[in-house]
């Protein structure tokens, strides 16, 4: 029966050797199952090992005594292996909450855990045993000895505990062991080899470690036999069981055995409670886990927020004891206790406790400060190396107390504002007040701080943002396009509800030209942008940063100069104008002006006030804001500075003049707003040519039945394609100048005035003729003396079939166009010089309207004076 207890058994038959098959089996000697109860490996054990543990079994189950083995019992052969993974139980990293844990979620609204039953996650791992016994090590049947002899007679003995408790070594009477501590044998070992062996001395050591088999039962996840060495303790016990469930207790386990019973906490083990806990086994004895008893939860502010378990039996336990479990508060004082427990008719009920109070099973408390709120705290933020926290002294901090290191300021911080955030204590409003950074830090005014106060200091870059194009869009009431930013979104808005109120900002007329994120001071303080547009004063004008500059009232103009970098050397200190805005906002106050003279630069006298605007005019200067440049065939060719009304010819001395391979005839002078006039030009001629195209397919439409019908769609499509082509088309700017020194000295109203950003391309005087369009062979020929137009268009093959010779143009290389002359009742045109170009167009028979045919020849002209004039700059820049 005892066998067959064991899973996996069964008997094993054999047939003798030479027995037929047929003949009666013979019953073999049973074999040990591969796994103990429970699923454990049974470690691989010799031959002879499992024939003497099977008789043990046998004889127990019989009631009769064991006989006592021929030798000892040999150990096994290799360590226990470990578990298979599917006999050992894990709890997952997100195990699913139990009954008790879902019962305090639903009361709290919080997810806790049973406390200490993560003790037994990792599995069992079992382990050898290393290192020296303790000499209070209770020795047992099967236990191995190593004695060792030294001196007269040197040996090294391996025994092991037999059956009957004894040991017998060489030459000595049995000595019983079981039983008995190590100190105890080893001193009576010691004694008899004194007495038997003189001069010997004798050491004693543990070799193998016996087996045990502890039952553990109850709520475990594995219980059944438990296969343990002699020095496991209870821990080892259960966790070999696969842990304690949750719904098993932690602090009523009891231990029955031959020795008696006993009752063990395991708080005292894992949560260091009072108490010892004997977690010693013996072979024999049983553990048994009974369910889950009372318990209570803590939440909140405590170091360990968990469900704990109340000692055995008791119905409840202190608050005091119920926070030393948890860990203590995270709080040293100032704490509240809000418990949550039920009353007599089974509803939810609210209580405030005091450490000493009782907290009953079923209870959770909810562990709170009393007013979770800062105080007594300074903070400095904005332009810093990194924000900073104060605690605001007893007697009061002051401003240049907190600002003590300059360190602590990061390079070029705003020196004419910087903002203390305070909160109004009655009314709990919070505003801004604004200090002088460069009067705290020069040991001037000192300002005193109060309790929750915020130091904000402001960056020059900080600064420059308000005259960025996001704020003057803001100002104009425009949505911002920078969702991150919200205090652009709040001045959008009460730009657009009070418009007047920022119109001493909004008349800066700042260019529109980047777009620079959203400082990291105003994403953090929104309202800080608008407080500082009503506190700024605009500069404008010859200054080296012009801009809007916050100050206080009362400010010197000198101090608004130094933040913007001073005036600039073309400055005219004569006539400096302060634009002031009335006190009293009334609508027949008007807008006060003042021209100053300061070319005392006694600018401190000057003392500005919020809202001011200050604009430092430009002196009167012969020079150009800008240079032109003079590229091809000039002797020193280059970019040079003009001043008001210098002319061509005076630009070409400074130059040296032209060289000997000149061609001032082809001189290509280009200047930016005439090329803005062609372009506009060109888009306005586009568009002609589009109402065009709808008269004439209007026209072809309504004679459509009179003669062959017109392929409208073509017509439109050809004439949208050249519209297309005129507005991508690229605008020289050229204008028809004469650069011949000669012609320019002796004819002086010819010499054009520069204007800053004018090109004069001087090219080498060429030896080629081009024609393009309705011809042949169309490309360049070479320059014949005395040709005409007709002549080109003869050598290049001739007109093609559909060429409009009537209309033939030449490009001059000046610039100008005139007819060729080709037609059949002209004399053939003026002989054309080198460089020229001839342009044959088409016939625009398919365009059967006299405006239509004069747009189209206008379009080709333009089109074609700007690509030759590309084509010059183009070469002569290369």
Same mark, same amino acid.
């Given at each position: ?48 090992? /499992? $024939? ?54 639903? %009361? ?59 040991? +017998? ?6 000595? !019983? ?24 001395? +004798? ?17 475990? /996840? ?9 020095? &496991? #303790? ?26 008696? &019973? ?145 360190? *602590? ?17 009655? #009314?709990?409003?919070?505003?801004? =007040? ?15 701080? $109060? ?19 996001p704020v003057q869009r803001a100002l104009r009431g425009e949505a911002p396009a920078d969702a991150a930013c919200p205090a652009l979104t709040q001045l959008a808005i009460s730009a657009r509800s009070a418009p007047a109120r920022f119109a001493h900002a909004r008349g800066a007329g700042f260019p529109d030209i980047g777009a620079p994120a959203c400082p990291q001071v105003f994403q953090d303080y929104p309202p800080l942008l608008a407080w500082l547009l009503d506190t700024a004063v605009l500069l404008t004008g010859e200054v080296k940063q012009p801009g809007l500059f916050p100050i206080q009232d009362d400010t010197g ?10 005036? #600039? ?10 634009? %002031? ?23 401190? @006298? ?76 060109? $888009? ?25 019908? !017109?392929? *409208?769609?073509?017509? =439109? ?56 369009? @309705? ?9 014949? &003396? ?6 080109? =268009? %003869?050598?290049?093959?001739?007109? /093609?079939r559909f060429a409009d010779p009537g209309r033939t143009f030449v490009v001059l290389p000046n610039g100008q166009s005139a007819p060729a002359g080709i037609s059949g009742w002209q004399a053939g045109g003026p002989p054309v010089p080198p460089g020229s170009l001839v342009v044959v167009p088409q016939d625009p028979s398919p365009f059967e309207t006299r405006g239509l045919i004069r747009d189209l020849t206008a379009i080709l002209s333009q089109v074609t004076i700007s690509s030759a004039a590309l084509a010059v700059i183009s070469r002569e820049l290369r």
């Amino acid at each position: 029966m005892a066998l067959a207890l064991l899973p996996g058994w069964k008997p094993v038959v054999a047939q003798p050797a030479g027995s037929p098959a047929s003949g009666a089996p013979a019953l073999l000697p049973p074999s040990l199952p591969s796994t103990l109860p429970g699923g454990l490996p049974l470690p691989q054990l010799p031959g002879g090992a /499992q $024939q003497e543990i099977l008789q043990r079994i046998l004889d127990a189950a019989g009631g009769r005594a064991p006989p006592l083995p021929p030798g000892p019992l040999p150990g096994p052969a290799a360590p226990m292996p470990a578990a298979p993974p599917h006999a050992t139980l894990q709890a997952a990293p997100m195990d699913p909450p139990s009954h008790t844990e879902a019962f305090f979620a639903e %009361r709290l609204g919080l997810a806790l855990r049973q406390f200490g039953y993560d003790s037994f996650r990792a599995g069992p791992s079992p382990s050898p045993v290393v290192g020296a016994l303790p000499d209070d090590y209770t020795i047992g049947r099967d236990d191995e000895l190593v004695l060792a002899l030294r001196g007269r007679t040197r040996a090294t003995l391996t025994l092991r505990v037999l059956r009957d408790g004894t040991v +017998l070594p060489p030459d000595l009477p049995p000595v !019983p062991a079981a039983g008995r501590t190590l100190r105890e044998l080893r001193a009576e070992l010691e004694a008899r080899v004194a007495r038997d062996l003189p001069g010997t001395e +004798l050491y004693l050591s543990i070799g193998q470690v016996r087996q045990i088999a502890v039952f553990v039962g109850g709520e475990v /996840q594995r219980p059944g036999m438990q296969a343990l060495t002699a020095l &496991s #303790t209870v821990l080892d016990a259960l966790q070999q069981a696969g842990g304690v469930r949750k719904t098993g207790s932690l602090r009523a386990i009891r231990v029955d055995g031959p020795h008696g &019973s006993r009752v063990l906490d395991l708080y005292t083990v894992i949560a260091g409670e009072p108490g010892e806990a004997n977690l010693r086994l013996r072979e024999g004895e049983r553990i048994l886990v009974p369910a889950l008893g009372g318990v209570v939860a803590v939440a909140g502010e405590v170091t360990r927020p968990a469900i704990y378990e109340l000692p055995a039996g008791a119905r409840g336990v202190s608050l005091d004891t119920l926070l030393r479990l948890a860990g203590e508060p995270l709080r040293p004082a100032g704490n509240r206790f809000l418990v949550q427990g039920t009353d007599s008719a089974g509803r939810r009920s609210f209580t405030e406790l005091r450490p000493a109070d009782q907290v009953r099973r079923g209870d959770s408390v909810l562990v709170q400060p009393g007013a979770d709120v800062v105080a007594n705290q300074l903070r400095l933020a904005g332009h810093v190396t990194a924000p900073v926290t104060r605690a605001a002294g007893r007697g009061g901090t002051s401003l240049r107390g907190l600002l003590s290191d300059p360190r *602590l300021l990061r390079p070029d911080p705003y020196a004419r504002m910087g903002v203390i955030l305070r909160l109004d204590q009655a #009314t709990r409003v919070r505003a801004f =007040v604004p200090f002088d950074l460069a009067v705290v830090m020069g040991r001037g005014a000192n300002p005193a701080l $109060q309790e929750g106060d915020e130091v904000v200091v402001l960056g020059n870059a900080d600064i420059a943002f308000l005259a960025s194009p996001p704020v003057q869009r803001a100002l104009r009431g425009e949505a911002p396009a920078d969702a991150a930013c919200p205090a652009l979104t709040q001045l959008a808005i009460s730009a657009r509800s009070a418009p007047a109120r920022f119109a001493h900002a909004r008349g800066a007329g700042f260019p529109d030209i980047g777009a620079p994120a959203c400082p990291q001071v105003f994403q953090d303080y929104p309202p800080l942008l608008a407080w500082l547009l009503d506190t700024a004063v605009l500069l404008t004008g010859e200054v080296k940063q012009p801009g809007l500059f916050p100050i206080q009232d009362d400010t010197g103009l000198d101090q608004l100069l130094a933040a913007a970098g001073g005036v #600039t050397d073309g400055a005219d200190l004569t006539a400096v104008e302060l634009a %002031r805005e009335p006190t009293e906002q009334a609508g027949a106050i008007p807008l006060s002006r003042t021209l100053l003279d300061l070319r005392s630069r006694n600018f401190r @006298a000057v003392r500005l006030s919020p809202r001011d605007v200050v604009r430092v005019p430009r002196g009167f200067s012969d020079r150009e804001t800008g240079p032109v440049t003079l590229a091809g065939e000039a002797v020193r060719p280059g970019v040079y500075d003009i001043r008001r009304g210098e002319r061509l010819s005076e630009l070409l001395a400074r130059a040296g003049g032209l060289t000997p391979q000149a061609y001032a005839y082809g001189a290509v002078f280009t200047r930016e707003s005439v090329r803005l006039r062609q372009q506009d030009g060109f $888009q306005r001629t586009a568009r002609d040519l589009e109402t065009s195209l709808i008269q004439v397919a209007a026209g072809q439409a309504n004679a459509g039945g009179l003669g062959r019908a !017109p392929d *409208l769609g073509g017509l =439109v499509t050809a004439g949208q394609a050249l519209a297309a082509s005129l507005r991508q088309a690229q605008a020289a700017g050229r204008m028809v100048v004469e650069a011949n020194p000669v012609v320019l000295a002796a004819r002086p109203e010819l010499d054009v005035l520069l204007e800053p950003g004018d090109l004069i391309v001087i090219p080498k005087r060429p030896n080629e003729v081009t024609v393009v369009g @309705a011809v042949l062979n169309a490309g360049s020929l070479q320059f014949q &003396s005395g040709w005409r137009a007709s002549d080109y =268009v %003869r050598a290049a093959g001739g007109t /093609q079939r559909f060429a409009d010779p009537g209309r033939t143009f030449v490009v001059l290389p000046n610039g100008q166009s005139a007819p060729a002359g080709i037609s059949g009742w002209q004399a053939g045109g003026p002989p054309v010089p080198p460089g020229s170009l001839v342009v044959v167009p088409q016939d625009p028979s398919p365009f059967e309207t006299r405006g239509l045919i004069r747009d189209l020849t206008a379009i080709l002209s333009q089109v074609t004076i700007s690509s030759a004039a590309l084509a010059v700059i183009s070469r002569e820049l290369r």
